[in-house]
Nanobody, 120 residues
Framework: QVRLVESGGGLVQPGGSLRLSCAAS????????MAWYRQAPGKERKLVAT???????TYVDSGKGRFTVSRDNAKNTVYLQMNSLKPEDTAVYLC??????????????WGQGTQVTVSS
């Protein structure tokens, strides 16, 4: 079994910054692409950013220029640095990872999320 645990969320004023972390643990053979999603109350879960094993990152429009995704493969951890935060960034942020538990078995895993609230 694989577990993803997010941390780093909290309450921040508009214009502030937060750094989210998501650590994977358990029966891990290797980890492929990792991603951050967010879900605001009453809204659909939306992709924020993705990063490949080699560190190639992609962003959706809402985070471009403000968010930076990175990963530490040795620590099985993905990060999301969020700057210039806006009230509309308020959401639960969840990480997702494609994990091989052995050479033949792969599946997507989700963390439980960390709350980010941007408010004055």
């Amino acid at each position: 079994q694989v577990r993803l645990v997010e941390s780093g969320g909290g309450l921040v004023q508009p214009g502030g910054s937060l750094r989210l972390s998501c650590a994977a643990s358990g029966s891990i053979f290797s980890i492929g692409p990792m991603a951050w999603y967010r879900q605001a109350p009453g809204k659909e879960r939306k992709l924020v950013a993705t990063i490949t094993t080699r560190g190639i990152a992609t962003y959706v429009d809402s985070g471009k220029g403000r968010f930076t995704v990175s990963r530490d493969n040795a620590k099985n951890t993905v990060y999301l640095q969020m700057n210039s935060l806006k009230p509309e960034d308020t959401a639960v942020y969840l990480c997702n990872a494609k994990v091989w538990s052995d050479f033949n078995n792969v599946r997507d895993y989700w963390g439980q999320g960390t709350q980010v609230t941007v408010s004055s």
